[in-house]
């Protein structure tokens, strides 16, 4: 698994996963917050934000984890 988007500010991350499925899933929340974790661990910030943003075709739907 890789993270789709890292963006850094000076308090802290954003995790960002796109999904282009047609349906929301409990694993993509459990799949970004590994991220979440894992960023933490190797950055030691404790300020580190996990969202799923989903693609559908009419509209983008943001979801924090």
């Known amino acids: 698994k890789i993270i789709d988007l890292l963006v ?3 308090d802290g991350y954003k995790v960002i996963d796109y999904k282009t499925t047609n349906e929301k899933s409990h694993t993509h929340y459990t799949q970004v917050q590994k991220y ?3 960023i933490k661990d190797i950055t030691l910030s404790v300020n580190v934000e996990g969202y799923v ?3 559908f075709k009419n509209s983008v739907e943001v979801i924090k984890v």
């Open 8 to 10: 850094k500010f000076d």
């Open 36 to 38: 979440v974790d894992a």
């Open 53 to 55: 943003v989903y693609l």
